[in-house]
């Protein structure tokens, strides 16, 4: 029988062959230690790989992806990954990570059933009725997409910067800062959303903030 998925095992030869012809040490390198800086916590969407749209090679970002980018504190996946990266690895940032057109956010504006992610997008629906009156005067329904997209990722980073993990940290001095951006699959370009936390103090300053320049922010994916 013919292997289904030969097409990646030979896609990867190619690439571990190139690898290694641009660097014959980076694989020995790569496999003695891991130190990166960065947690990105992001969606699942296949049109979003952490490591390359921000053109670092493998190695440099821990990740975290789920439907979404939701970070809530009942997923201990999620939390688990969050505690390893601040504890153990000694990140000094955790970005979380949307992208405009989302399906799952899409799913939540249209009050469409999918089974059982529809529990898990759950979170995202609060997100939507918190911020029901920004939400509702847009039109078309893409313009609509944008924002919660934008709004998720920041109360997601809320809630990273809530997680008992995060608050220790702050607490022993640990170098650690948090961050909402949000990602155009239409140009590759990233919004850096303002939201940047590096204290326990500074979260609700920096939330509002956030928030008020995003709604002067013109409606257009950048």
Known sequence: MTNPLQNLLDGNRRWSAAMHAENPHFFEQ???QQSPKYLWIGCSDSRVPA???VDLPPGEIFVQRNVANVVAHSDLNCLSTIQFAVDVLKVEHIIIVGHYGCGGVQAVLDE???????NW???VGDVAEKHSAVLAGLDPMSLRNARL??????????NV??????MDAWERGQQL????WCYSLDNGRMRDLAMHVDSRSALQPAYEQSLQRLLKMPLTQP
């Open 30 to 32: 790569l496999a003695k």
């Open 51 to 53: 490591t390359q749209i």
């Open 112 to 118: 469409r059933r999918l089974g059982l992610v529809d």
């Open 121 to 123: 997008l759950r979170h």
């Open 149 to 158: 997209c934008e709004l998720n990722a920041i109360e997601q980073a809320t």
């Open 161 to 166: 910067c809530r997680t008992t993990m995060v």
């Open 177 to 180: 800062s948090v961050h909402a």
